[in-house]
């Protein structure tokens, strides 16, 4: 029998559904993006449905008619599932399970399912087995049949399969247990946080819609070692690496969780700490994908995601990626962004440019400094070294002469050290 010879299991087919209540072009692209999330959880897509309504059907997501016709698509792809592109309610589970027969998800457990299969560090596995847990407690534990036609597959990955052999009781437990973990995580997440401030070191967090290369960014700029694929959520897992600039500033770089349409609330509240980190940083860098078709929908998607976690009054760097891609060079703006570059992470355009521009923000949000400070004060000059941008240094018969860009804080220091 061992010949060399190796049987995978036949993948997973199903039906993409969706209810168009407004734009049918934007829901369109909804489901294909639906599909290309599918098929990062490892299953096929084996048709699409889409049914145009004035509102979503409370009791069953679609119509009667287009029940029907759904129940006879199943037969006629041998799909084993059916994907819905919004977020489902117990009953309506309940109820297009019991009118069709089959298993049931929606785009929140495809993500979820995702998320799972990515989670590498243990904050990130927790995070993910608190929005699992969470979503599963209220749509699968006594939900009729689900547990029985729910198998292999999508929604089976991860912590939260034995969890759903387990009572009520037992999963608000774990939840409980998940969120005292998750909090001590972020009390250590604010330390290492308040350490950076101590240390005067600005952050960049590189933000953006999953896919549009963030990664590859932190990958190119400090020679981080951080997966990078062609993939929804490649990465899951924040990244921070230091960055030395050419005028000797240094500023640290940290990679956030790329975010999509619909991003389920489950995952924002489970990875709000993490998210967060674009909150308290200095400088937003927002990766686009210039190719994509769908680009001013994903600009859009990830300013309302940032405003949602209360992420505002940064200078913003926007990149317009995948150059490469274009057939011809396009004029891209962001209306919302302070700066624009267009650049290729994968052939280097574009990237000098951008580290003139943060060069020059840095310098922006410091002060200018010119001064003898007495032999007496070296300390300080130190400080000016390891924090600031030194310009001139000369020792004099008085002290020694500096001219430097420092942070309004060691500005501070410095003059209250002059007055006193």
Not at 177 to 205: G, S
Not at 350 to 362: A, F, S, Y
């Amino acid at each position: 029998m061992s010949d060399g010879y190796k049987i995978e299991a036949p993948a997973e087919r199903v039906l993409l559904a969706a209810v168009n209540t407004g734009d049918y072009k934007e829901t369109e692209q909804s489901v294909a993006e639906l599909a290309e999330l599918v098929k990062t959880a490892g299953a096929e897509t084996a048709g699409v449905v889409i049914q145009n309504l004035e509102q979503i059907v409370s009791a069953t997501y679609v119509g009667k008619g287009k029940l029907d016709e759904i129940w006879q698509m199943l037969h006629e792809t041998q799909a084993t599932g059916i994907v819905c592109d919004d977020e489902l309610s117990p009953m309506q589970i309940r109820n297009l399970e019991d009118a069709l027969n089959t298993k049931i998800m929606d785009r929140t457990l495809v993500i979820l399912d995702i998320f799972a299969g990515r989670a590498r560090t243990k904050e990130g596995k927790l995070q993910v087995e608190l929005a699992q847990l969470r979503y599963r407690a209220t749509r699968l534990i006594g939900a009729g049949n689900v547990l029985s036609r729910l198998g292999g597959g999508i929604g089976t990955r991860g912590p939260g399969e034995k969890k759903l052999e387990i009572d009520r009781r037992l999963i608000k437990e774990r939840i409980s247990q998940l969120r005292r973990e998750i909090r001590e995580m972020e009390t250590h997440r604010e330390l290492v946080r308040n350490q950076r401030k101590r240390r005067r070191v600005p952050v960049a967090a590189i933000v953006g819609y999953t896919n549009a290369g963030k990664s590859t960014l932190l990958n190119t700029m400090t020679g981080a070692d951080v997966l990078e694929e062609n993939a929804l959520f490649a990465t899951l897992d924040p990244t921070t690496r230091m960055l030395k600039l050419k005028d000797g500033q240094e500023l640290l770089l940290t990679d956030t969780v790329g975010f999509i349409r619909k991003l389920p609330h489950h995952l924002i509240d489970a990875f709000r700490s993490t998210l967060e980190e674009a909150k308290y940083a200095d400088i937003l860098i927002h990766v686009v994908d210039a190719s994509n078709p769908q680009m001013d929908a994903q600009m859009q998607v990830v300013y309302e995601t940032l405003n949602q976690l209360g992420v505002s009054g940064q200078p913003v760097v926007t990149l317009f990626n995948k150059q490469d891609k274009l057939e011809e060079p396009m004029h891209m703006r962001d209306e919302k962004a302070e700066y624009s570059l267009p650049v290729s992470l994968k052939t280097g355009q574009g990237m000098q440019e951008l580290t003139e521009v943060l060069e020059q923000i840095l310098r922006e949000s410091r002060v200018y400094i010119r001064r003898v400070f007495a032999y007496s004060e070296a300390g300080l000059i130190g400080q000016i070294r390891k924090y600031g941008q030194l310009i001139a240094e000369e020792y004099r018969e008085d002290g020694i002469y500096i001219e430097a860009y420092v942070g309004k804080e060691l500005a501070a220091i410095m003059e209250k050290g002059k007055t006193e």
